[in-house]
């Protein structure tokens, strides 16, 4: 391992890099071979704090670990060289990490990659993952043509450059894959309307549009997913009055500008049509809307691609950025420490190597699946609707306001070419993996993580914007659908409850019943256990479901649903808090019989004091783990219609309650050998199965 040697006086900058750090360059990373770059950290000698790696050096091992953790003082006093160990080289960005060592670890620490347990036992906050990429062209690329390499881009998305970075020969291959997709029996087929962009005969030179019938149209289109806006909505969506002249003359002159846009980008890629909803469907009409939402899911699987507005607030905001940015200048501006290092390799020739320094337990910029800064400023990420779009999409044009940015179901590609590969990073429903259960990834996965925590404008399309995830993933369920619910799961997926801190003003919808996640409009969990490996010794049943849809969709919008369960059932009654402090949404005790359990109310404890409160059992079952089994309760009070009960929240055991429970203390007192999960039970069976219908 090579020792640098560096004083104060000797050191060069440039471009905020001292001569010494600038010996990071490729050859160091082929040859495997380690360096130290620093012989004594306590030495101010040893580090120049203006050259960007010498000071993120001081900040990682010197200062910040004796501000943040006095703990550390003693575990670094033994610590004090820096060496960089390369990592070999691998598919995407060189990699390597500098770590804090005494005398002792240098054998240990230049076989970084043989034996990582045993021959670097450095502590984690003593290591530092480093990670580089390099230029378009750059001779890094004659080691290995895999390593990441910075392609230039357009000053913005509008570009030429940019339009043709659109359609380079991987895309045009997956465009040339193209067949419109093959719905099951139930397919409601394409949309009723779709503009055609190609001018009619004599007026190719006005540049004009027209709605044609998409259901009789062969071609290929493109689909348009992006936020609507609430200004001036009126004067350019399509409805009864307009429709007529629509179908001659559609003038672009009319349309916003991010509608103008989709035209231009769909021009480009040489696709005749377009569907835009608030274009093709009818607007204002609510037989017209709940007809084609049907359709929705089927309009996104069978376009060609799909175009996102994924920078745009509003329909006036248009498609394009101001100013593009790659994923280095990018990882600047998110506050990352970056630093580039030019250099003359051994051959001669000029290097450049743009080097990630990840400063703490921080994630790499550069090892993400896509660019972080643009997954975190998507403004269709928070839109309900536009979950589906961008799941059953089978290719995304992604205009985001650094870059462009594709995906589809085999890749991901963005137009610097640093986030080339991989797959799909939204998760698609078209495939349920054999190690995870179905019900996982649809109540977990989908609603809980992503479906739920987006914003729907009109509450009763709470249901109606992912009817199209649901028909896909009915296939694999392959029982009813219930208001987002499905039968078969049904005892565990009744008892979601908000997401802590989700608490709202806004209450109960009509938009689905009581026992639905979708009749709140919050972020929602579910706690329960869906591994196939868990028998549960009680769950309730379902002898009855009577669901009125609003339209002809099974599994868009209902007008009421009503379910009829056999389940054993507990009176429920409050216990005083000691503290003082009212919790509106979150946990307060209750007792049920001689059971303590820890409720959650949906829309607050002021609405459920008034009459009386019902516990309805929904799932019993063993945990491996002591003192955690599953026990969990609907919690329903009477509703205005007769022998009807309406949810009001969920409660369930808490664990390590044990001393909190009396039964359980008198029933352990005259059973000293028995354990709570017998004490459950024993409960359990003493109780007869009661029918109870929920709205």
Not at 172 to 190: H, Q
Request: charged residues 20%; contains cysteine.
């Amino acid at each position: 391992m090579t020792t640098l040697s560096r004083t104060a006086s000797d050191v060069v900058l440039v471009d905020d890099i001292c001569d010494s750090c600038r010996s990071l360059n490729v050859d160091l990373w082929i040859s495997n071979e380690g360096i130290v770059l620093v012989n004594d950290l306590d030495d101010p000698q040893q580090l120049h704090t203006a050259c960007l790696l010498c000071g993120w050096i001081h900040r990682e091992f010197y200062a910040l670990p004796h501000r943040s953790d006095p703990r550390w003082v003693h575990e670094l006093l033994d610590r004090r060289q820096i060496c960089f160990v390369p990592d070999p080289v691998t598919e995407g960005a060189l990699t390597g990490c500098i770590v804090a060592i005494s005398s002792s670890d240098l054998v240990g620490a230049a076989s970084v990659d043989e034996n990582e347990d045993e021959q670097l036992p450095i502590p984690a906050f003593a290591r530092k993952a480093i990670f580089a990429v390099t230029n378009e062209g750059d001779p890094v690329l004659d080691f290995n043509k895999t390593i990441l390499a910075v392609h230039p881009i357009g000053n913005e998305t509008a570009s030429h450059q940019t339009a043709g970075a659109a359609r380079p020969t991987h895309l045009i291959d997956c465009f040339a894959s193209y067949s419109p997709a093959v719905l099951d029996a139930r397919s409601l087929g394409r949309p009723s309307n779709a503009v055609d962009e190609s001018p009619k005969e004599g007026e190719e030179s006005k540049r004009t549009c027209r709605l044609i019938d998409g259901r009789a149209s062969p071609g290929p289109y493109a689909a348009r997913s992006y936020r609507w806006g609430t200004n001036g909505l009126s004067s350019w969506i399509t409805t009864e009055d307009n429709i007529a002249n629509r179908k001659v003359r559609l003038s672009e002159a009319y349309l916003p500008k991010t509608i103008r846009d989709a035209v231009q980008i769909t021009r480009s890629l040489h696709i005749r049509y377009l569907w835009i909803d608030a274009i093709c469907i009818i607007q204002q009409s609510c037989d017209a809307w709940l007809a084609e939402s049907a359709k929705m899911a089927a309009v996104f699987e069978q376009a060609l691609v799909t175009i996102c507005a994924s920078s745009s607030s509003g329909s006036e905001q248009g498609i394009f950025n101001a100013r593009s940015v790659n994923g280095i200048e990018s990882a600047v501006l998110a506050g990352r420490d970056m630093i580039t290092i030019q250099s003359i390799l051994e051959s001669g020739a000029p290097s450049t190597l743009h080097v990630e320094l990840v400063s703490g337990f921080q994630l790499p910029f550069l090892e993400s699946s896509l660019p972080p800064t643009v997954l975190e400023r998507n403004t269709l990420k928070d839109r309900s609707w536009c979950c589906q779009e961008t799941i059953l999409s089978q290719r995304m044009l992604h205009f985001t306001d650094e870059q462009l940015c594709w995906e589809c179901d085999h890749m991901k590609a963005s137009e610097d070419t640093l986030w080339n590969g991989g797959t799909f990073w939204v998760w698609d429903l078209r495939t349920f993996e054999h190690d995870q259960p179905q019900e996982w990834k649809w109540y977990s996965s989908l609603l809980a993580n992503n479906y739920s925590r987006r914003q729907c404008t009109v509450a009763s399309d709470r249901l109606i914007a992912m009817s199209g995830l649901a028909r896909k993933a009915s296939a694999a369920f392959r029982c009813r659908y219930l208001a987002g619910l499905w039968a078969d799961s049904l005892s565990g997926a009744l008892t979601w409850r908000f997401l802590a801190g989700a608490y709202s003003e806004k209450t109960c919808t009509s938009a689905a019943p009581s026992w639905s996640w979708a009749s709140q409009p919050r972020p929602v969990v579910f706690a329960h256990d869906w591994s196939p490996k868990v028998r549960p010794e009680y769950e309730c049943r379902l002898l009855e479901a009577d669901i009125r849809l609003a339209g002809i969709d099974e599994f868009g919008a209902i007008e009421r649903g009503t379910l009829k369960l056999s389940s054993m059932i507990w009176d429920a009654h409050f216990v005083q808090l000691d503290d003082g402090v009212r919790h509106p949404d979150l946990l307060h005790p209750l007792l049920l019989g001689d059971m303590l359990c820890e409720a959650f109310f949906d829309n607050g404890l002021d609405s459920v004091q008034h009459s009386p409160l019902i516990a309805v059992s929904t799932y019993f079952a063993r945990d491996n783990a002591p003192w955690r089994d599953t026990c969990d309760f609907l919690l329903v009070q009477i509703a205005d219609q007769p022998a009807r009960y309406r949810r009001v929240g969920t409660c369930s055991f808490p664990p390590d309650y044990r001393l909190a429970q009396p039964g359980l203390r008198r029933f352990l007192a005259d059973n000293p050998a028995a354990t709570r999960f017998g004490w459950m039970k024993a409960m359990f069976m003493d109780k007869a199965e009661s029918e109870i219908s929920l709205i």
